[in-house]
């Protein structure tokens, strides 16, 4: 069974950076595509970013695409998470999950995903 650990999250002003990590232990999620979530207060969980299992491909949600980055170490079985620009409506937990499948190009859909992590509180300040 594979466990997924978010960090890194915290307080930032409006327009900085953050950048969240998501660790994986127990099993090697090498082999599969990894995604990016966030839920804040009331709303639903919604996609953020995913990257294929060989980070040949990366999907994101269109209203953060060019502020968002999703990268991953396979190796170091880790993937990663850098917020630019950051704004108040950015505020929520943001939670890393592996996907259903090994060899997946990166879905778009939470129920394509299993092993969620607990998530990281980002919270961003006007």
């Known amino acids: 069974q594979v466990q997924l650990v978010e960090s890194g999250g915290g307080l930032v002003q409006a327009g900085g950076s953050l950048s969240v990590s998501c660790a994986a232990s127990?099993?090697?999620?090498?082999?599969?595509?990894m995604g990016w979530f966030r839920q804040a207060p009331g709303k639903d969980r919604e996609f953020v970013a995913a990257m294929s299992w060989n980070e040949r491909n990366t999907n994101y949600a269109d209203s953060l695409k060019g502020r968002f980055t999703i990268s991953r170490d396979r190796p170091m079985n880790t993937v990663y998470l850098q917020m630019n620009s950051l704004k108040p409506e950015d505020t929520a937990i943001y939670y890393c999950a592996r996907e259903l499948s090994p060899y997946g190009v990166g879905s778009r859909r939470a129920d394509d995903f299993r092993n969620w992590g607990q998530g990281t509180q980002v919270t961003v300040s006007s």
């Open positions: 127990g099993r090697t999620v090498a082999n599969y595509a």
